[in-house]
């Protein structure tokens, strides 16, 4: 299972770090990332990081702003947002990829999620 939180709502420029915590015995087994969902549109990535952390890819909308990262000790992925937007808006997914050990952005790879967090941007 996993449990997104760390949402709330802040002001455009302000910051956010979402947690995401698995439970399990095998977290560094899996690929993590985060998806978002606003009001009306699709579910769309933002980011991911791979097993060990060593890699990771953003969205082109979030990149520069937002920090995907994992704590496999406490089986935790986070994603640290920076300079925040009304369009970054949305409910936000953690989810985990066990049968890769590559990234993919399509949400159809992912296997797990959790129950997302609500984050909102005023202006």
């Known amino acids: 299972q996993l449990q997104a939180s760390g949402g709330g709502l802040v002001q455009a420029g302000g910051s956010l770090r979402l947690s995401c915590t698995a439970s399990?015995?095998?977290?560094?087994?899996?690929?993590m990332g985060w998806f978002r969902q606003a009001p009306g549109k699709e579910r769309e990535f933002v980011a991911a990081i791979t097993r060990l952390g060593g890699g990771t890819t953003y969205a082109p909308s979030v990149k520069g702003r937002f920090t995907i990262s994992r704590d496999n000790a406490k089986n935790t992925v986070y994603l640290q947002m920076n300079s925040l937007e009304p369009e970054d808006t949305a409910l936000y997914y953690c989810?985990?990829?066990?049968?890769?050990?590559?990234?993919?952005?399509?949400?159809?790879?992912?296997?797990?999620w959790g129950q997302g967090t609500q984050v909102t941007v005023s202006s």
């Open positions: 399990g015995r095998t977290f560094d087994s899996y690929i």
């Open positions: 989810a985990a990829d066990y049968r890769r050990s590559w990234i993919t952005t399509s949400e159809s790879a992912f296997d797990y």
